[in-house]
């Protein structure tokens, strides 16, 4: 049962402190996306890979995260140095043709 | 950028009833999905649905592009089925960026 896996699935973190979100791709998709889960804001696109290049990090705080996928079966987010309002749930999502999959997501709560 | 519009907003079935959720969009979409969020928070996949009709159990949909809308149907509704549906589209001027709607709050009573 292919799927897409994150790590780690819960991080309670303090303000200053870096954070570093990991996702595995289901095999041979080609695309991945990390969305982010606020209240506020409700579901919206940080960053968007395709073929391990970056296409779009538009909706990313240049200044604070950053996005890489060292291979094609690992996709990172990190910030540094992370703050309250950075508190969200964060979902990797990866896809070949049209359709996205997403994996369980990583609750970030940072104090 | 394309906007997403669902209704209703929160929704409130006794077990056994039917519902129709609609996701309306401003622009042309080159693709739209069918979510449901469970009470874990998981995204599940119900229908990747750009033109046409689809059928999974009890759960159908029906996207009509020309006029820029998409209906999700459930029926016999069960307790499982409560959380928050939504619908996400990518339009015509975007590589692959979801768009998501603002989602409906269904909860199933039994």
């Known amino acids: 049962d292919a799927r897409v896996t994150q790590t780690p699935r819960h991080k309670v973190t303090e303000m200053g402190q870096e954070v570093t979100m990991r996702c595995q791709p289901i095999?041979?998709?080609?695309?991945v996306f990390w969305y982010r889960q606020t209240m506020m804001q409700g579901l919206e696109l940080l960053a968007y890979?395709?073929?391990?290049?970056?296409?779009?990090d538009s909706g990313m705080p240049k200044d604070r995260f950053s996005a890489e996928m060292p291979d094609a079966t690992l996709a990172t987010l990190k910030i540094q140095p992370s703050e309250p309002r950075d508190s969200a749930v964060y979902f990797c999502a990866s896809g070949l043709r049209a359709e996205q999959f997403f994996g369980p997501g990583t609750r970030l709560t940072v104090l | 950028g394309i906007q997403v519009e669902q209704s209703p907003p929160d929704l409130i079935l006794q077990e056994g009833a039917n519902s129709t959720l609609r996701c309306n969009f401003s622009?042309?979409?080159?693709?739209l999905q069918w979510f449901h969020q469970n009470p874990w928070g998981q995204l599940i996949n119900l229908f990747y649905?750009?033109?046409g009709t689809k059928q999974n159990g009890r759960l159908s949909a029906t996207t009509v592009a020309t006029e820029r809308y998409s209906l999700l149907y459930i029926s016999s509704s069960q307790t499982t089925d409560s959380g928050v549906y939504f619908c996400?589209?990518?339009?015509?001027?975007?590589?692959?960026?979801?768009?998501f709607g603002q989602g409906t709050i269904l909860t199933v009573h039994p």
């Open positions: 622009d042309s979409v080159n693709n």
């Open positions: 095999l041979g998709h080609n695309t």
């Open positions: 649905i750009p033109s």
């Open positions: 996400a589209v990518v339009d015509g001027t975007s590589y692959g960026k979801l768009t």
């Open positions: 890979f395709r073929n391990r290049a970056p296409l779009d």
